[in-house]
């Protein structure tokens, strides 16, 4: 099994139709905790109550608490040299799509054209009754302005944020695309996730039952590490900007 960014680099370099997977992991370069890890979110906060959608229905004031919470946090984070470099392989033609379970928009903030959030993104108010849509910036202008913190439409019922909650489905238009670029692709990129959770977690098989090859570039173990072509470990920056910088100037 091949270990270095340069082995990455003649991967896609000789790829065809090759796509990027990216979890939580991208974005700790950024400042931005993981959820699921040793001191990540969810070992502070229980994600059935405070993530899901039967606490929004129920206890809008209490999820608005938390997720107020992850809006602040992510003010003032910018994209790291990860998103930078995923950006500039789909510059390059190399990468045709991104795929990502982050909600943090900093794949698109990096450059990043053919985004496909999973998990919906933390970018705008939504309304699960009439279906409106305003910017995060108005969303929170009604949350200062509401007495309890909750954000409401014009409709009158409660906002919630643009991300997918538990007990929420996934975006069905989303999860055709991504099992659509999973067809196509050669190679797949891993970037950042355990690929633990599903549905996203079944599209490296995708990939290697079309004849596709995997690449991971993650700290933590995954259920695919025997099956990659390439494994690469360590910050996710540094490697993939050595990989950019072995494909040479473009």
Same mark, same amino acid.
């Given at each position: 099994?091949?270990?270095?960014?340069?082995?990455?680099?003649?991967?896609?370099?000789?790829?065809?139709?090759?796509?990027?997977?990216?979890?939580?992991?991208?974005?700790?370069?950024?400042?931005?905790?993981?959820?699921?890890?040793?001191?990540?979110?969810?070992?502070?906060?229980?994600?059935?109550?405070?993530?899901?959608?039967?606490?929004?229905?129920?206890?809008?004031?209490?999820?608005?608490?938390?997720?107020?919470?992850?809006?602040?946090?992510?003010?003032?984070? +910018? /994209?790291? =040299? %990860?998103?930078?470099?995923? $950006?500039?392989? @789909?510059?390059?033609?190399?990468?045709?799509?991104?795929?990502?379970?982050?909600?943090?928009?900093?794949?698109?903030?990096?450059?990043?054209?053919?985004?496909?959030?999973?998990?919906?993104?933390?970018?705008?108010?939504?309304?699960?009754?009439?279906?409106?849509?305003?910017?995060?910036?108005?969303?929170?202008?009604?949350?200062?302005?509401?007495?309890?913190?909750?954000?409401?439409?014009?409709?009158?019922?409660?906002?919630?944020?643009?991300?997918?909650?538990?007990? +929420? /489905?996934? =975006? %069905?238009?989303?999860?055709? $695309?991504?099992? @659509?670029?999973?067809?196509?692709?050669?190679?797949?990129?891993?970037?950042?996730?355990?690929?633990?959770?599903?549905?996203?977690?079944?599209?490296?098989?995708?990939?290697?039952?079309?004849?596709?090859?995997?690449?991971?570039?993650?700290?933590?173990?995954?259920?695919?590490?025997?099956?990659?072509?390439?494994?690469?470990?360590?910050?996710?920056?540094?490697?993939?900007?050595?990989?950019?910088?072995?494909?040479?100037?473009?």
């Amino acid at each position: 099994m091949s270990d270095t960014p340069r082995d990455l680099a003649e991967l896609l370099a000789g790829a065809e139709h090759a796509i990027v997977l990216s979890g939580a992991g991208i974005s700790t370069e950024s400042g931005i905790p993981d959820f699921r890890s040793r001191g990540g979110i969810w070992e502070k906060h229980d994600p059935t109550v405070v993530g899901s959608l039967a606490t929004f229905l129920s206890r809008p004031e209490l999820f608005w608490r938390f997720h107020r919470g992850r809006v602040e946090m992510l003010e003032g984070v +910018e /994209p790291n =040299p %990860a998103h930078i470099a995923v $950006a500039e392989l @789909e510059r390059r033609g190399l990468v045709k799509a991104v795929i990502t379970q982050n909600i943090d928009r900093l794949h698109a903030r990096a450059g990043s054209v053919n985004v496909i959030e999973v998990h919906g993104s933390l970018d705008r108010g939504v309304c699960l009754r009439c279906e409106s849509e305003l910017t995060l910036r108005e969303t929170i202008a009604r949350a200062d302005a509401a007495g309890n913190g909750v954000p409401l439409c014009d409709c009158g019922f409660q906002l919630k944020t643009g991300v997918i909650q538990f007990g +929420e /489905p996934l =975006p %069905a238009d989303r999860i055709r $695309a991504a099992h @659509e670029h999973a067809r196509r692709a050669d190679v797949m990129l891993v970037v950042g996730t355990s690929l633990l959770v599903e549905p996203v977690s079944r599209l490296p098989q995708i990939v290697l039952d079309g004849g596709g090859t995997l690449a991971i570039l993650t700290e933590s173990e995954t259920p695919y590490d025997d099956r990659a072509t390439v494994r690469l470990r360590g910050r996710a920056g540094v490697q993939l900007t050595e990989t950019v910088d072995a494909l040479g100037a473009a």
